[in-house]
C-alpha cells in the first residue's frame, strides 16, 4: 500500500472521530434546559457579616452588618422565613452531641456566639438548648450586642427541624472529618424515620461523605475534594460522553470560567449531570471570592445564563428570592 493513501486514510478517520466527538457533545442536539433555578439559601435568613480579610477561624459574630432584620441563623424561625421568601434548598450545619442526638449550629465552639464554653460536640444537646446564641453579635466593636437574650433556647435539634418542615429539602453539612460521624447520621436518620419525603442532601469533609456514599449510593452527597476529583476527570474523559463517578449523585461545579473546557456546554452537559442524579451549580470566580461563591445583591445574578436552571448559593435569600420571583412571574 501506498504511503500516500495510508496518509489520506489516517487523515480521513481522524476527521470521522472528531467528527463523532462533536456531534457527541454538541450542545445544539440536546434539550434545552427546562424550569427555574434552584435556590440552597445558606443557613437561612442570617445576619450577614464582612469578610474582609477574614481568617478560617475569626469569629463572624463580631463583623456583622447592622442588622436589617431580627433572624439568626440555623434556627426554625430563620429556616422558615427562608422558604417563605423562596428558598428551593436550605443549607443547615450540625455536630453529633454527647446524648446522641444532632445539634443544629454552625460553629465548632461555642466562644463566638453563645454564652457557653468549649467545642460544640463535647455538650449534651439539654446543656445547648439553654445557651444564648444571639449572645455574641455586635457590629459596633462590642458597644452593643442586639441579640444578647434573644436567642435563649433557639439551637434546635436536627430531628426537630426535619419534623418542622417534613416535605421541604435541605442540604446538610457535617462539620468534622470523621467518618463515624456519617454512620452516626445514617443511623439517626433511620431509627427516626426522618428524610422520607425528599432526598437526603450532605456535603462535608472527604472522610464521611465517602462513608456516606456507600452507605446511601442514592443520596446527592459531595465534599471539596469530591467536586474538585469530578471537574477533573470530567475534562479528561467527559468528551466520551461518560460521567465520572465522583460527578454522580453530586454537586457538579461549573465555574464560569471554564464553560469553554466543560464538554457538551450548555444543554448537553447540563443533561448530563442530570441524567447522573446530580445537580448542576454555576459559580462566578471572576468574582475574586473564595469556595462557592454567594449571591449577596440582584446585580450579582449577571453571571448567570438567561435560561439557567441549576442551583445558586444564596446569602440574602430574603433580596434575592422576592427578586427573582418578580423578574421571572
Same mark, same amino acid.
Given at each position: ?19 463523532? =466527538? !462533536? ?20 443557613? &437561612? ?18 463583623? #456583622? /452588618?447592622?442588622?436589617?432584620?431580627? !433572624? ?63 449572645? &455574641? ?23 426537630? =427541624? ?32 426522618? $428524610? ?6 450532605? /456535603? ?48 457538579? #461545579? ?14 448537553? !452537559?447540563?443533561?448530563? $449531570? ?28 449577571? /453571571?448567570?445564563?438567561?435560561? /439557567?436552571? &441549576? ?11 422576592? !427578586? ?6
Amino acid at each position: 500500500m501506498k504511503r500516500s493513501t495510508i496518509t489520506r486514510g489516517a487523515a480521513l478517520a481522524s476527521l470521522l472521530g472528531i467528527g463523532a =466527538i !462533536y456531534l457527541l457533545n454538541a450542545s445544539w442536539l440536546a434539550r434545552p434546559p427546562m424550569g427555574k433555578p434552584t435556590l440552597i439559601s445558606h443557613r &437561612g435568613v442570617y445576619q450577614t457579616y464582612s469578610r474582609d480579610n477574614l481568617e478560617r477561624d475569626d469569629c463572624t459574630a463580631v463583623r #456583622i /452588618y447592622p442588622p436589617e432584620h431580627d !433572624y439568626l441563623e440555623n434556627t426554625t424561625v430563620s429556616i422558615e422565613a427562608a422558604f417563605s421568601h423562596g428558598a428551593d434548598i436550605v443549607e443547615i450545619d450540625i455536630h453529633p452531641t454527647t446524648d446522641g442526638e444532632f445539634a443544629v449550629f454552625h460553629d465548632w465552639t461555642l466562644e463566638c456566639r453563645t454564652n457557653g464554653e468549649g467545642v460544640t460536640r463535647e455538650h449534651t444537646m439539654e446543656a445547648l438548648s439553654k445557651l444564648d446564641i444571639g449572645y &455574641g453579635y455586635t457590629f459596633d466593636g462590642g458597644k452593643t450586642f442586639p441579640f444578647r437574650a434573644q436567642g435563649v433556647g433557639l439551637m434546635p435539634t436536627l430531628e426537630k =427541624i426535619l419534623r418542622s418542615f417534613p416535605n421541604r429539602q435541605f442540604l446538610i453539612n457535617i462539620k468534622s472529618n470523621d467518618s463515624s460521624e456519617a454512620e452516626k447520621l445514617d443511623r439517626y436518620l433511620r431509627e427516626r424515620q426522618l $428524610v422520607k419525603n425528599t432526598r437526603l442532601m450532605v /456535603y462535608g469533609g472527604a472522610n464521611p461523605i465517602a462513608r456516606l456514599r456507600t452507605l446511601r449510593p442514592g443520596a446527592l452527597a459531595f465534599s471539596r475534594e469530591s467536586v474538585k476529583r469530578c471537574a477533573l476527570n470530567y475534562l479528561l474523559i467527559g468528551w466520551s460522553g461518560y460521567v465520572p463517578e465522583d460527578c454522580r449523585n453530586s454537586l457538579v #461545579i461549573a465555574p464560569n470560567t471554564w464553560h469553554w473546557a466543560l464538554w457538551g456546554w450548555p444543554n448537553r !452537559y447540563i443533561d448530563r $449531570v442530570t441524567q447522573a442524579g446530580s445537580m448542576m451549580m454555576v459559580v462566578d470566580h471572576r468574582s475574586g471570592k473564595q469556595g462557592m461563591p454567594g449571591i449577596y445583591l440582584p446585580k450579582e445574578l449577571a /453571571y448567570l445564563p438567561g435560561d /439557567y436552571s &441549576g442551583a445558586v448559593w444564596i446569602e440574602k435569600i430574603e433580596v434575592i428570592g422576592p !427578586y427573582l420571583k418578580a423578574h421571572q412571574d
